[in-house]
């Protein structure tokens, strides 16, 4: 028997299928499963078809109602690893298998319980069809709300709303943030799902209530480009340079060769401020450099500091340094960005320490476990320690909100900076060491943002894909991937604030809540149909 074993109804339990139909034959199960994270698989940057999304939610769902928790958990689980496995493959790439492996099926796991939730819920749906839609709305939201915090502080990567960054549903993010979006790309599936399923094709009415979900549908779909993109401003506009300097050599090898790093940013803002001088570019009142920029700590190293002192004179403006500083303790490090300005330096008072550091990458928990697990665990010699303040920088043309790298997935990292006066997004994130669908993927997790908080954004990369988006989610002057580039856009500030923003995390709590109500609510319908006579 295997977990995926036909299922039998077994009112012991109380787990079984529900008396009153049957689930998908194992066989068109287990393709569905696998075809459901495939179809999610595709909706996400690099490939972007973003309908399939709503489509994966659908298949899942179908392969896992009636059946009992086991088989759920397990279709789910293959979906999971459908998904998970080639969305994340670029962590691969000069890390070795491992970590790929056991992030991949650690968020697989995520779906796995999802499949199980699923499977719990089929006397609810069963009972009440109508409800099946907002039963899978509200059980994606939860299974997305514990997965990006646990463990070690979560892994947002693949959240359905980030696979909407060319959808009609990504301006919903204005009302509710991700999860809002997330919850209308599940909800859509639910309905796609309502709508196909067998049980609706009777003699009489078979087309009314097809009908109806497909008006709910498109009711779905329009209800996105009729949100208002950005909120009130000044008007005021600012000219921005982002700096891609690109690195030597592609790989985590890159950090032997910090100089030439830095020596490429530098070089790429001297010769931004010959065009100036030339009167063939505008002058900046600000410059972006992405994270690492300078591996060398420029506050403890007086050449590093000259050089950038030097390419900030020149170009008479400040620049926002993505800078590694030593300590404060023995051993330790801190991811910044660092406000440098012109004729005086680094400005002390400007810097955002990276909140949260990568887990196995920028610092190792449970060192001495992991250890065990694998030694590659110590190329990680010294733990990035995290920040304790959200990224507000004032650069004196605009208030920055600074986020670093994968922090942009986390929906309270951007939000404090938000709500902490930040005028634009900028994101400082280093791709040197993975491949140009993370870069991709990565981009729109920015959009979203920019859509979110009605903030025009920005993402600085080492190496690509660098660009600038605007509060409705539009990208411009977007870079290639591994290349030297350097670009310019006039940048609207932007001072209000979305209802995403006021209302913060509580429309997501709501969803998770309606997801344990719906869970608790087929505990007591299955112990009813337990004791129920005959």
């Known amino acids: 028997m295997t977990t995926l074993e036909q299922d039998q109804p077994r009112a012991a339990d109380g787990a079984g299928p529900h008396a009153g139909g049957r689930a ?34 659908a298949l899942l769902a179908a392969a896992a109602h009636r059946r009992r928790l086991r088989a759920g958990t397990g279709l789910g689980f293959l979906a999971g690893v459908a998904l998970f496995a080639p969305l994340l493959e670029w962590t691969n790439l000069h890390t070795g298998w491992l970590p790929w492996a056991l992030l991949s099926l650690l968020q697989a796991g995520y779906l796995a319980l999802l499949g199980a939730a699923t499977a719990w819920v089929s006397p609810l749906v069963d009972r009440w069809r109508a409800a099946w839609p907002l039963l899978t709305g509200v059980l994606w939201v939860g299974q997305e709300a514990l997965r990006d915090r646990t463990p070690f502080g979560g892994f947002p990567w693949g959240r359905l709303a980030f696979s909407q960054d060319t959808s009609p549903l990504l301006r919903l993010a204005a009302l509710g943030g991700a999860p809002l979006v997330t919850f209308a790309v599940a909800l859509a599936g639910g309905i796609v799902l309502t709508a196909a399923w067998r049980d609706w094709r009777r003699p009489a009415g078979q087309w009314r209530p097809i009908a109806g979900l497909a008006a709910a549908g498109a009711l779905l779909l329009a209800a996105g480009p009729a949100v208002p993109a950005g909120v009130r401003g000044a008007g005021d506009t600012v000219t921005v340079a982002i700096v891609q300097g690109n690195v030597p050599r592609l790989g985590l090898d890159f950090n032997a060769q910090r100089q030439a790093v830095l020596n490429n940013h530098v070089d790429a803002t001297l010769e931004l401020a010959e065009r100036v001088t030339r009167g063939a570019q505008e002058r900046p009142d600000l410059v972006v450099w992405p994270e690492n920029s300078s591996d060398i700590d420029p506050l403890r190293n007086p050449g590093a500091g000259y050089r950038i002192s030097q390419a900030a004179d020149a170009i008479g403006a400040p620049i926002l340094v993505g800078a590694v500083l030593l300590g404060p303790g023995q051993g330790q490090v801190r991811n910044a960005g660092l406000l440098w300005r012109p004729g005086s330096g680094a400005d002390l008072s400007q810097v955002y320490t990276k909140r949260h550091p990568v887990p196995f990458a920028e610092y190792v928990p449970l060192r001495s476990i992991a250890r065990k697990v694998s030694a590659e665990v110590d190329r990680v010699r010294s733990d990035f320690v995290p920040g304790d303040r959200p990224g507000v920088l004032d650069a004196g043309a605009a208030t920055l909100g600074d986020v670093i790298c994968f922090e942009v997935a986390y929906d309270g990292i951007v939000r404090d900076t938000v709500t902490g006066g930040a005028q634009l997004l900028v994101v400082q994130t280093n791709n040197a060491t993975f491949d140009v669908a993370e870069a991709r993927q990565q981009l729109a997790m920015v959009r979203l943002r920019a859509v979110e908080h009605g903030r025009a954004a920005l993402m600085s990369s080492t190496v690509g894909v660098s660009g600038f988006v605007s509060p409705d989610g539009r990208v411009d002057g ?23 923003t006021t209302v913060g995390v509580w429309p997501e709590v709501a969803l998770a809540a309606l997801a344990v109500a719906a ?13 129920t006579p005959g």
């Open 478 to 500: 977007a870079t290639g991937f591994n290349t030297a580039e350097t670009v310019v856009r006039q940048m609207r500030l932007g001072d209000g604030r979305t209802p995403a």
């Open 519 to 531: 869970l608790a609510g087929s505990a007591v319908a299955r112990r009813r149909r337990e004791v």
């Open 24 to 57: 998908l034959p194992l066989t068109v199960a287990v393709p569905a499963a696998v075809a459901a994270g495939l179809a999610l698989l595709a909706a996400f940057p690099p490939y972007g078809l973003w309908p399939l999304a709503p489509v994966g939610v």
